[in-house]
């Protein structure tokens, strides 16, 4: 069974650096099928907003990651393949940012991918 | 802005048939992208209800369906109950000038 779990985060000053992991039992981030992991978040009251995504395809295959280009610059994943993890950090955040976040694996459809299986979400807050 | 529009809120009375819309345009589902659903409850993550535009997951009841047609979408809730009671978002891949998924403005669903 594919388990997504987000990292405790909690509290982020404002201009900081927010980091997120996503830890995954179940499935490997790196193997070579047409999977597709990445972030969502949705701040309170609101509709998810889709981060960012990657797709792994193997150590000789370089790997494909994508951004919301309304985030794009602030934005960036990293892969611990080691540990089955994945990482996000949001830059220079502000009040805006403040969501809960969450982790997904995204599967295809014909045209396009979905969020098949999502974490349980954190919370993050931005405060001084 | 909206890429995919929604009715804030429909409701039903146990056992009523509901249609919830989600209305695109030429970069998203009218270029061709499907288009799934999700359902959130309160305080829980969203989950896929109906996925590629019909194609319901494992363990999604039947009376979730999906369509789609030109430029919009619709999901239908056939004999609502009472744990049908929440948010629902319609999601797509939107092109240009988004080049990103997008989710609906969200549908909160009501059981009377």
Known sequence: ?128 | QSVLTQPPSMSGAPGQRVTISCAGSSSNIGAGYDVQWYRQLPQTAPKVVIYGNTNRPSGVPERFSGSKSATSAFLTIAGLQAEDEADYYCQSYDRSPSDSFVFGTGTKVTVL
């Open chain 1, 1 to 128: 069974q594919l388990l997504l779990q987000e990292s405790a985060s909690g509290l982020v000053k404002p201009s900081e650096t927010l980091s997120l992991t996503c830890s995954v039992s179940g499935a490997s981030i790196s193997d070579d099928s047409a999977h597709y992991w990445g972030w969502i978040r949705q701040p309170p009251g609101k509709r998810p907003e889709w981060i960012a995504s990657f797709y792994y395809g193997g150590i000789h295959y370089g790997g494909i990651t994508f951004y919301n280009p309304s985030l794009r610059g602030r934005v960036s994943i990293t892969l611990d393949t080691s540990k089955n993890q994945f990482s996000l950090k949001v830059r220079s955040v502000t009040a805006a940012d403040a969501a809960v976040y969450y982790c997904a694996r995204l599967l295809p459809t014909s045209s396009t991918y979905y969020m098949a299986d999502w974490g349980k979400g954190t919370t993050v807050t931005v405060s001084s």
